[in-house]
């Protein structure tokens, strides 16, 4: 479906744009320095899902509708934002818990629902952000041609792409932050860590609630 030339083209800039730091370059960071490295990797996998869905609605052209309607881009921006906040303020107002000594080791697996409402809360901070889907309706069309076959599928195949190479880079980005992350597990720190990670959060909401559609 696509030549040589494209794909490499594709993968290059790609990857050059997962490595701009971002909105979700800091939430990964901020939900390691809450919870170790897996936390940031369960964090990764929820935001790249978001990533596929945003691919999958530029293929069916669901996401045109934002480029073009200024009370839908405002309703999701403001939905985002909202949710980013809500976030940010709940970590700031519950009390914080110091993790148990580790010896230098991982942190304990989360608990399933843990980690179910994390991937869930990082699948709905990607899907709400409708520059993401503004930045897929521009950029991956210059990688699609009718010619190659299903408009749709070529988007999807481009959106697994994106999404491998975010999650590499993420995957890589939460366990160097884990590293630091186990070394400042003192519990005098908890609490700074949690206000830190909710002060992130507060501050994504309110970037994306001025954000602007050009």
Not at 154 to 174: D, E
């Amino acid at each position: 479906m696509f030549d040589s030339a494209t794909l490499f083209a594709y993968i290059a800039a790609a990857t050059a744009l997962v490595l701009i730091p971002g909105p979700g370059t800091a939430w990964i960071v901020a939900q390691t320095l809450n919870g170790g490295s897996r936390r940031g990797a369960q964090a990764a996998i929820g935001l790249e899902t978001a990533t596929l869905i945003h691919a999958l609605a530029a293929g069916l052209g669901l996401s045109a509708v934002l480029a073009t309607s200024a009370m839908a881009f405002d309703l999701l921006k403001y939905a985002g934002a909202a949710y980013l906040i809500w976030l940010g303020i709940k970590n700031w107002r519950e009390p914080a818990t110091a993790p148990p000594p580790t010896s230098g080791q991982e942190p304990a697996q989360p608990v399933a629902g843990s980690a179910r409402s994390l991937y869930l809360r990082s699948v709905i901070t990607g899907v709400l952000n409708p520059k993401v889907a503004l930045f897929f309706l521009a950029f991956l069309p210059q990688f699609v041609a009718p010619e190659r076959g299903w408009v749709p599928l070529q988007f999807l195949i481009l959106g697994v792409l994106l999404s491998f190479i975010g999650l590499a880079h993420s995957l890589a980005l939460s366990y160097l932050v884990g590293r630091f992350g186990r070394r400042a597990s003192h519990p005098r720190f908890a609490r700074w860590k949690q206000r830190l990670t909710g002060s992130v959060f507060i501050a994504l909401g309110l970037r994306l609630a001025v954000q602007q559609r050009n």
